[in-house]
């Protein structure tokens, strides 16, 4: 019995180095972002805005202010809502970020995507008994809604038809 548990992860271990070594490569993972090597980035100056700039950089897309295409970032929105009915001990809240975008040609001024919103939530749960913990639970769970609205903001613009 552990002769063949043995083989078959001696196999399994085999075909992940040969997949490994052999060049093998997600498809699109090379690609840049646009169709377009450069993009405009016009709107709020926010930490959001930050983050999608470097992610697009990272990505192969050159940050141009004469680009011919131009991302328009709008202001990020916070909201919070209670989920819970009690007044004291844990309650768990619901909070989300909302930021429109749109995706428009320099030249003729034609939107390419028109007022797009990019919408994440997360929940947690806050405790009177950690007054100061609560700041910085909210904080990072903005941190991470911008993260994944970035993320979204991606997969969109990675979609996008630039012809």
């Known amino acids: ?21 052999c060049g093998f490569r997600l498809r699109g993972l090379d690609q840049p972002m ?14 959001l805005a930050r983050q999608a700039a470097r992610r697009l950089v990272r990505a192969g897309t050159r940050i141009d202010d004469q680009a011919a295409l131009v991302l328009n970032l709008g202001r990020e929105t916070f909201r919070e809502r209670r989920l819970s009915v009690l007044d004291s001990g844990p309650r768990e809240l ?15 001024g034609a939107y390419l995507l028109d007022q797009q919103r990019l919408e994440v939530s997360e929940r947690i749960t806050v405790n009177d008994d950690q007054l100061l913990a609560q700041d910085d639970l909210r904080e990072a769970t903005h941190d991470r809604l911008r993260d994944n609205a970035v993320r979204q903001l991606m997969e969109r613009l990675r979609a996008l038809d630039t012809q």
Not at 1 to 21: E, I, K, N, P, V
Not at 34 to 47: H, M, R
Request: charged share 25%; net charge negative; no cysteine.
């Open 94 to 108: 619901e909070i989300s970020l909302e930021v429109p975008f749109s995706v428009q040609r320099r030249d003729d």
């Open 1 to 21: 019995m552990q002769r063949r548990t043995l083989l078959l992860l001696g196999l399994a271990a085999g075909a992940s180095l040969a997949l490994a070594g």
């Open 34 to 47: 646009l169709a377009s090597d450069a993009l405009a980035l016009e709107g709020a100056d926010s930490e």
